[in-house]
């Protein structure tokens, strides 16, 4: 490889890792000049990635996420860990074959020798064992989000159980579309019955074309999750009858998390963030719950689970640290 080619990756690597970097940063960790640095930034727009000048006293530079998807840079360590997440992470979820598509479009891309290492590194996903899961077309999934986020109407055709005939087409306003208990549900507004409603999504077919836009109503006891559990209540289980409950935001989609939080409330925020609500018998047992989904964690409430994400953290940094002494 070239020195300059080599150089290339090297900048997009270092670029990768962090959002901001200084002209002089990069230039000191390249060892080469700022006039070189600015050389090279302009070759990888060139090649199709969104670098943008970072305003301030030094200036900079940032990647930013494109319209278009360009070349992406993995070490090995990260090409076998993406592989290893594909094969696992989306088993028995609404975007298990979008996953097998990806995985094998990477492995296409990847020189022999970690293609050689994925091959030998099979892994069998086996997801939960669950008693009457609905099974949901991603594309509808992706047509409610659309319109939950765009604020239109919505019209659809809604079979309310098994070989029970459709009660004619539905038009609502659509406001959330959570998990509860292995199933997709759309909370909603039903413009002709003037009441909030909760359908199953397996169930849903949506017409074409949406309505106009609307302005969202107020949910009934404040939230999604208060309101799903009332409409459950009764069910054995419900994350109301633990002594503590807790809500958070994880920055991963919600059909990942759905799948092994099937006593949760999980909403869909964006196609990278859903809203967990979990019950637990301690504070630190919730913490400790929420923290096996391996991704960033912002706390919503209450405070008390805030405290025991913290105690949990001292905890793991004590037991992470080399032991000086005799073990008694």
Request: hydrophobic share 40%.
């Amino acid at each position: 490889m070239h020195k300059t080619s080599s150089r290339l990756l090297s900048l997009l690597s270092l670029l990768q890792t962090h959002r901001d970097w200084s002209g002089e940063d990069l230039a000191q960790r390249l060892d080469v000049t700022s006039r070189t640095v600015r050389r090279d930034i302009e070759r990888l727009r060139e090649l199709g990635y969104p670098i943008t000048a970072v305003k301030g006293p030094a200036g900079g530079y940032r990647l930013e996420a494109g319209a278009h998807l360009p070349p992406m840079l993995f070490d090995d360590g990260q090409a076998v860990a993406v592989a290893v997440a594909l094969q696992t992470a989306a088993a028995g979820t609404a975007v298990a074959e979008d996953a097998t598509r990806a995985l094998a479009t990477l492995r296409q891309l990847m020189p022999p020798r970690l293609r050689q290492r994925i091959d030998l590194l099979r892994v069998t996903a086996v997801p939960p064992v669950v008693r009457d899961a609905s099974q949901v077309d991603t594309r509808v999934l992706l047509d409610l989000s659309r319109v939950i986020h765009a604020r239109e109407e919505l019209r659809f055709d809604y079979t309310p159980g098994a070989g029970t005939p459709s009660d004619g087409p539905r038009r609502v306003q659509p406001h959330h579309l959570v998990t509860w208990r292995h199933h997709w549900y759309l909370v909603a507004w039903d413009l002709d019955r003037q009441d909030w409603r909760t359908f199953r999504v397996d169930r849903i077919r949506p017409r074409t074309p949406t309505g106009p836009r609307f302005t969202p109503r107020e949910l009934p006891g404040g939230n999604v999750a208060t309101f799903v559990t009332s409409r459950f209540r009764g069910n054995d289980g419900t994350i109301t009858a633990w002594p503590c409950r807790g809500e958070v935001i994880l920055h991963l989609p919600a059909a990942e998390v759905a799948p092994f939080a099937p006593d949760a409330i999980v909403e869909e925020l964006h196609s990278h963030r859903c809203r967990l609500v979990l019950g637990s018998w301690s504070w630190t047992g919730l913490a400790a719950a929420i923290g096996r989904f391996d991704t960033d964690i912002d706390v919503v409430g209450p405070p008390q689970l805030a405290t025991a994400f913290a105690d949990l953290a001292a905890r793991y940094t004590r037991a992470a640290a080399p032991q000086t002494g005799p073990t008694p």
